[in-house]
């Protein structure tokens, strides 16, 4: 059984991140997306509410699963066994950051091999921040988050409008 990891912020998980998702299925039995804490970044939803965002629209996945990924991203591979790190590439400006990263993971642990996929064209462009600030403004974000996500935004910066 191979069983990969996907970490990241989500805040908010995009489409983006499940043309990941389901590209990943494909080479792995089991997905794990890890949904990082990580306290030291600037973020709109608390980690509860990533948490919620992430298991819902993921849940029509039954080898899919979200756990929260707390301390260092090794540990975590360690831990739950998965032979790969699974990281979506989307333009060029995203190799140097992800190179450093997953450098940075194998000194930590020589076993761990990370995964790049390619995004889908129609998503390379797509970051949550600019998708904030689009849903802050009061723009359309269907085409960039699923609709539970949506509403989310909407509950959360509704007041911005
Ligand atoms: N589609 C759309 N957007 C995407 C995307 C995709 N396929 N892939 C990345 N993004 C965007 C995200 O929306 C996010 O946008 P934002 O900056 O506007 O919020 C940005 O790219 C980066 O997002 P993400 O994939 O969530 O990565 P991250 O940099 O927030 O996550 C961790 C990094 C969590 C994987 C990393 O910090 C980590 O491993 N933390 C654990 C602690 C640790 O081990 N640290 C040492 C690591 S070397």
């Known amino acids: 059984m191979r069983l990969a990891l996907y970490p990241?912020?989500?805040?908010?998980?995009?489409?983006?991140?499940?043309?990941?998702?389901?590209?990943?299925?494909?080479?792995?039995?089991?997905?794990?997306?890890?949904?990082?804490?990580?306290?030291?970044?600037?973020r709109l939803f608390s980690l509860e509410e990533r948490l919620e965002m992430v298991r819902e629209v993921v849940k029509g996945w039954d080898r899919v699963s979200v756990e929260v990924l707390e301390g260092l991203l090794v540990d975590k591979v360690r831990r739950t066994g998965a032979c790969a790190v699974v990281r979506g590439l989307r333009a060029v400006m995203d190799?140097?950051?992800?190179?450093?990263?997953?450098?940075?993971?194998?000194?930590?642990?020589?076993?761990?091999?990370?995964?790049?996929?390619?995004?889908?064209?129609?998503?390379?462009?797509?970051?949550?921040?600019?998708?904030k600030e689009v849903a802050a403004l009061g723009g359309d974000v269907s085409c960039f988050v699923p609709p539970f996500v949506e509403r989310k935004l909407q509950e959360k910066l509704g007041g911005a409008r």
């Open 95 to 131: 190799f140097e950051y992800e190179f450093e990263m997953a450098l940075t993971n194998r000194t930590l642990n020589p076993e761990l091999e990370t995964v790049f996929l390619m995004t889908s064209m129609e998503y390379i462009y797509l970051r949550s921040s600019l998708v």
């Open 8 to 42: 990241g912020t989500f805040d908010p998980i995009t489409y983006g991140h499940l043309d990941i998702v389901q590209r990943a299925l494909k080479l792995f039995d089991r997905l794990i997306v890890a949904v990082a804490d990580s306290p030291w970044k600037q």
